[in-house]
């Protein structure tokens, strides 16, 4: 049998990224139901599941094997920092995309965490509140997720002026009324002020860099 050094990357990471989604969509402390369609991808997939299992990241509990139909595998995350530390070998390659650890929800930024939990920023609006950090913050996350560099568990980015200005201008053309360096200094204050303290060594901001022309954003990954 293969193991997890010299399996088929693509395959593994699909397996990996399945789990992610049961993961988010699964209560917390409840088994994780991987269903399989009974077909010639059935047996792959299951040698890769049971790679996991060697590996020390998963563990099987349970599975229901029909001959046709559906299978499923009831599973529990043994460790969840080994589980994220095998998806970002994947992220390290280039081979694929960062986004799953982080996204917008309606207008709630979220951030995967250590042993699935969720940084989560709300960004709806109060009765005196505005959506201007919300529109900012989506360029900050728009830009870190095709241009980052990695330094241990962060992902590092300089965001420009110049790209944050036509982002807004582009989705969201209406929220500048009066000057962008005004507009600009203001809400990322305001954003600033919207993250929780508790997750400040999470969601980096920072003042402008004027030698880099923008401002360094840092998101940590859950490893």
Avoid at 48 to 57: E, H, K, W
Avoid at 71 to 94: A, S
Avoid at 103 to 110: E, G, L, N, Q, V
Avoid at 206 to 223: A, E, V
Wanted: net charge positive; glycine share 4%; hydrophobic share 35%.
């Amino acid at each position: 049998m293969e193991n997890i050094n010299n399996c088929d990357k693509n395959k593994l990471y699909k397996i990996l990224q399945k789990i992610s989604r049961l993961i988010d969509e699964t209560p917390k402390n409840n088994l994780l139901r991987y269903l399989m369609n009974n077909d010639k991808n059935s047996m792959w997939e299951t040698a890769y599941l049971f790679i996991l299992t060697d590996a020390g990241v998963v563990k099987i509990y349970d599975k229901e094997i029909h001959v046709d139909g559906v299978n499923i595998f009831y599973l529990q995350i043994v460790d969840y920092r080994k589980f994220y530390r095998f998806e970002r070998k994947f992220i390290d390659n280039g081979e694929n995309d960062i986004s799953s650890y982080f996204s917008f929800d309606d207008m709630t930024f979220k951030l995967k965490t250590i042993n699935n939990n969720v940084a989560a920023i709300n960004f709806h609006p109060t009765r005196e509140g505005t959506t201007n950090p919300f529109c900012l913050m989506k360029a900050f996350v728009e830009y870190i997720k095709e241009h980052y560099k990695r330094n241990g568990s962060y992902l590092e980015t300089v965001v420009p002026k110049q790209y944050i200005f036509e982002y807004i201008e582009e989705k969201f053309p209406n929220i500048v009324k009066d000057d962008q360096e005004q507009w600009l200094k203001t809400t990322k204050g305001n954003l600033i002020k919207k993250i929780p303290k508790e997750y400040l060594s999470l969601i980096k901001l920072k003042d402008f860099d004027s030698k880099n022309k923008g401002y360094p954003f840092s998101l940590k990954l859950p490893i």
